[in-house]
């Protein structure tokens, strides 16, 4: 075991959730800064998972290909350009562009990380452990991204939050550069531009979408964007199915393991990802709490997840990766239904059972499929299948967060009845994409044992 790599690439991926969580907790505060309306504060929340999903596929071909520690080092600094780009932005559209490169720089991090990971630790007990620390380096960045942004912000501006993930950026870069032996694969696969500009395209328009639709969906404008985001996301399936160098191969998705892994990821994005992402701005709009105490409440969610993760090694090898995912989501989906029936007058107090038992069942599926997205590939492809899994987590968490700001803020001045009324209703949808992944899991878990 390398302990110097699996510390290094474990902080680069929780430098990535830090960038990605970092306005959650100040999303007020950020967008009365930026002049955002409604739907800028949507782009706001969604827009860094764009840039996640767009490239994450790319980056992990790339880190497999073209090396590892490379690959790492330059998404590091490229997080660190687009941290600064949000520090100074002036406005919506550079604070959300900068957003996208942070994804992007994200992208190679996360890709490589895994892929260090897999090429340090052997398979067995030594990766089962390693994929652990890595499960709870994603619960970690999610619990100190929103607690570092409120706290920076109380203190002076939000804008300190991205210099400081800035200079985080600059350091790890310098740290990988030093200690990260070089690593690649042995049957490279070459890059598929076309595909990561398809994704990201197709993506983007369906987003746009769903927040234009919030104004009539029989407008030629939304109906347009949905009709674009199918036909790019028709031409990419195709491109990468018929592709020499496709960062995806489609054929993966014969395998019941990937499919139940990458379903898996897409439902958690969608599904409590991106209800705890909108949770800070609710709880601020509907309650008054401050962006301290917001964040202080979805620590209770991504702190325990982290606890879980660390423990989630102990779990008897009898139980398989398919069975941990399956157990885990319909675990969060409980949790969630715990924050349903909110009225005007329910207190923060009321939120704490539910982000317990999320917080405990999101860890067990934070390690699971750390170990599944790599487990479910050949060998060789570890950036592939980290990059496939999170692609579909970031796209999940675009298309989750966008369709929850819909459903939960009333179009107008919304009242505190209303947006009470729109959280039960975003809690509705949340939890069915969590209970639908794991019965996708066990019907590819069934599949797989029958076959």
């Known amino acids: 075991m390398h302990r110097p790599s699996l510390t290094i690439a474990a902080l680069g991926t929780l430098l990535t959730l830090v960038a990605f969580t970092a306005p959650l907790a100040t999303i007020n505060s950020t967008a009365s800064t930026l002049g955002s309306d409604a739907a800028g504060t949507t782009w706001i929340l969604s827009s860094m998972s764009i840039g996640l999903g767009a490239a994450l596929l790319t980056a992990g071909t790339v880190s497999d290909d073209f090396g590892r520690r490379r690959s790492f080092v330059l998404g590091a600094m490229v997080l660190a350009a687009g941290s600064i780009g949000c520090a100074v932005a002036p406005n919506t559209l550079i604070f959300v562009v900068a957003r996208v490169l942070q994804g992007l720089g994200g992208a190679a991090l996360v890709a490589s990380s895994l892929g260090i990971i897999a090429h340090t630790h052997p398979v067995g007990p030594l990766r089962a452990r390693a994929s652990g620390i890595w499960g709870a380096s994603l619960g970690a960045g999610i619990a100190l991204g929103p607690l570092v942004s409120a706290s920076l912000d109380r203190i002076a501006t939000w804008r300190d939050a991205y210099w400081l993930l800035a200079v985080a950026g600059v350091a790890l870069a310098y740290a990988a550069h030093r200690r990260v032996d070089e690593s690649r694969t042995d049957s490279p696969r070459g890059l598929d531009p076309a595909g990561a500009l398809l994704l990201g395209l197709g993506v983007s328009a369906l987003l746009a979408a769903l927040v234009e639709g919030r104004q009539g969906w029989s407008q030629p404008l939304p109906i347009g964007l949905f009709g674009a985001s199918a036909l790019l996301l028709a031409i990419f399936v195709i491109v990468e199915y018929r592709g020499e160098s496709a960062m995806l191969d489609m054929k993966l998705f014969t395998q019941p393991a990937f499919v139940a892994a990458t379903f898996a990821a897409l439902m958690t994005g969608a599904g409590i990802i991106a209800l705890m992402s909108f949770m800070s701005g609710f709880l601020g ?118 369709v929850v700001a819909v459903l939960a803020v009333p179009v107008g001045t919304p009242s505190t009845a209303g947006l009470v009324e729109g959280w039960n209703s975003a809690v509705l949808f949340t939890t069915a994409a969590s209970i639908v992944g794991a019965l996708v899991v066990l019907a590819c878990r069934r599949t797989a044992s029958t076959s």
Do not use: C, H, K
């Not at 325990?304 to 885990?328: E, H, N, Y």
């Not at 499929?369 to 050949?378: W, Y």
């Open 285 to 402: 709009n509907a309650y008054g709490i401050d962006a301290l105490g917001a964040a202080l409440l979805l620590f209770a969610w991504s702190g325990t997840s982290v606890v879980t993760a660390l423990l989630a090694r102990r779990i008897p090898p009898r139980v398989s990766g398919g069975t941990q995912l399956a157990v885990g989501m319909l675990g969060v989906a409980v949790g969630q239904l715990f924050l349903l029936g909110l009225s005007e007058d329910s207190t923060w107090t009321r939120l704490i059972p539910g982000l317990l038992i999320a917080g405990v069942a999101s860890g067990v599926v934070n390690a699971a499929l750390g170990r599944e997205a790599v487990a479910s590939v050949p060998d060789g492809r570890a950036g592939m299948g980290s990059g496939a899994n999170n692609t579909a987590r970031y796209v999940g968490s675009a298309v989750g967060v966008t």
